[in-house]
Every structure is written in structure tokens, then in C-alpha cells.
């Protein structure tokens, strides 16, 4: 479905709610359907770039995660052999 402030418009039946007055497919010119054409191209764009984000952010944040943990097991591991000197 279409949405915008103020359109809305129905798969189904075909109708646009535009300001609180349905249009009918055949109440619309060539022009008039091809802007709603370009408004859902937008808003179907706007949503994948919103799930293109998310995985980016997903990504992100796991790189970060595994950088932190590999820093902080390589720091674990240089403790350990001074430990194990000073317990000697």
C-alpha cells in the first residue's frame, strides 16, 4: 500500500485517499498516476535503504564486538606468562 501524509492509496480496490477525498483509478489523469507511481517507488526505496542500513548497523556492531574481544583475549594472554613468573 501507498502512504504519504497525505495520500494513501489501496492495492485492491485502486482508490487514493488524498486530504480526507477518495479518487477513484478513473477520476486520475496519466500525470496523476504516474506521480503515485514515483511516491511508492520512494517509499519502496526508503524501506530497503532503512533494511540496507540495519544490516550495516548489525555488521558494525558485530566487527565491533570482535575486535574488542580479540584485544581483550590478547591482553589475557600477555598477563598470563608475567602471572605465571611472579607465582615461581
Avoid: H
Wanted: charged letters at 35%.
Amino acid at each position: 500500500m501507498l502512504y504519504t501524509k497525505e495520500a494513501q492509496m489501496s492495492e485492491n480496490d485502486k482508490v487514493i485517499n488524498i486530504n480526507g477525498k477518495d479518487y477513484g483509478q478513473d477520476d486520475l489523469d496519466e500525470k496523476q498516476t504516474y506521480l503515485i507511481a514515483q511516491i511508492k517507488a520512494c517509499q519502496d526505496r526508503s524501506q530497503q535503504l532503512r533494511m540496507e542500513i540495519d544490516r550495516v548497523n548489525v555488521a558494525q556492531n558485530t566487527f565491533t564486538n570482535l575486535l574488542i574481544e580479540s584485544v581483550e583475549t590478547e591482553k589475557d594472554e600477555a598477563e598470563e606468562p608475567e602471572k605465571t613468573a611472579e607465582a615461581e
